[in-house]
Each structure stands twice: as C-alpha cells, then as structure tokens.
C-alpha cells in the first residue's frame, strides 16, 4: 500500500490565484481530514469528511473548499491564495470504525503564496 | 476536548529513557490519551494511546495516573531517531479523526 500521497511536494503561487492541493488513500478509509501547519506551530484541522458525499468544516476552514466524491480522493481548494495561507499542508486519513485510534497521514504539501 | 499542557523542550542522551509528562486535568471519564510524533516537519506519526490503564508497544509505554490528570510517554531507550516533537492529544471518542495538536515538546536525542 501507497498509503496517503500528496501532491505537489511544493508549490509558489501568486496572490489571487487558485489552485487544488491533491490527495488520495489506498487504505479504504472513511475518514480523511485537511490540517495546516504554520511555522512554530501545531497542526490546525481545516476540513474533514467521515465518507463519500459528506464534508464539515474543521478549525479554520475559511477560504478552502473541499469534496469527497469517491473514498480514495479528498482534494483541498483554494480559491484566491494569500500571504496567510501559506503553510504545510497535511492530509491524513482513518477507519470510520468506533474503535479507530490511529491516523494516517501524508507527507505534506509545502506552499508559498507570495 | 480538553486541554494539554507539555513541556516546550526536552533533551536526552542517547541509549536512555526519555520520558515526556503531559497534564490534561481537565480530562473527562470518556476522553483518550493519544500521543503522536513528528519528525522533521514529516507528518505526524501515532505512537500509542490509553484511556486509564497502562499501555506498552513496540514503540513506547503510556503511563496514566490513577486520577488521569497527566500521563507520561516513555521510549525506553531512545535513538538520534527518536528527534522529533511529540504531541499529547485528549480526544473525546475512540475515532482518530479531528485530532486537535498544541505546540508539543520538541525532544532532542543526543550522542
């Protein structure tokens, strides 16, 4: 198993810009959740989806967007990049099962918005 | 969820335990004891977690006091490997999901 992969490794964008932060899961996993990581910082839930279909926002979801249209994939959006948004940006995924206590997650996607 | 308390930094000679406290005395009769690592701005890795007994893996043991107001992570012999920022996380629900990370303790393991 691939496990969870995240694509680009890096990315620069300008201000204004939009773009689609890639990810996908070859465990059949409900649960796949986007954080942020700023410098110094820990880990900040943006959004997460329990399955296919179903998304909720998580801490600090303003300017992103995401869907769930099958279980492998849970691409991030976003849809006019700032300076703030640059950040780490992690991609993790779990079972749905009650007694699931681990979480998976990806490399990270390193992204500069200039 | 509530909250965590851990020391910012922490070192620790190679070959010996290292064992990082975390206080959490506002945690609830249902809430778990989770504990991930990260190295070197990789992604977070799971160590291991409890709810009010003792646990052991092939990574780490979890101790948790009887009134489960802190716990304490123990690598009983850690490695130049082991260099990471750990993370004590109290969840509500078995679920792994929405995790919620603070600053954790940085660990530096050293020859």
């Known amino acids: 198993n691939a496990g969870v992969t995240q694509t680009p490794k890096f990315q620069v964008l300008k201000t204004g810009q939009s773009m689609t932060l890639q990810c996908a899961q070859d465990?059949?996993?409900?649960?796949m959740s986007w954080y942020r990581q700023d410098p110094g910082m820990g880990l900040r839930l943006i959004h997460y989806?329990?399955?296919?279909?179903?998304?909720d926002q998580g801490e600090v979801p303003n300017g992103y967007n995401v869907s769930r249209s099958t279980t492998e994939d849970f691409p991030l959006r976003l849809l006019s990049a700032a300076p703030s948004q640059t950040s780490v940006y992690f991609c993790?995924?779990?079972?749905?099962?009650?007694?699931?206590?681990?979480?998976?997650f990806g490399p990270g996607t390193r992204l500069t918005v200039t | 969820d509530a909250k965590t308390t851990q020391p910012t930094s922490m070192d620790c000679a190679e070959g010996r335990a290292a064992n990082l406290p975390c206080n959490h005395s506002?945690?609830?009769?249902?809430?778990?004891v989770y504990w991930y690592r990260q190295i070197h701005s990789q992604g977070p890795q799971y160590i291991i977690h409890?709810?009010?007994n003792n646990e052991t893996n092939e990574m780490a043991s979890l101790i948790i006091t009887e009134d489960r107001k802190s716990s304490t992570l123990i690598l009983p012999h850690a490695t130049l490997r082991d260099t990471a920022v750990y993370y004590c996380?109290?969840?509500?629900?078995?679920?792994?999901?929405?995790?919620?990370f603070g600053t954790g303790t940085r660990l530096q393991v050293t020859l």
């Open positions: 993790a995924s779990s079972y749905r099962a009650e007694r699931t206590y681990e979480q998976y």
């Open positions: 465990m059949n996993h409900e649960y």
């Open positions: 989806s329990v399955g296919a279909g179903i998304t």
């Open positions: 506002t945690i609830s009769g249902n809430e778990y």
């Open positions: 409890g709810l009010k």
């Open positions: 996380i109290v969840r509500v629900t078995g679920t792994a999901s929405k995790l919620t």
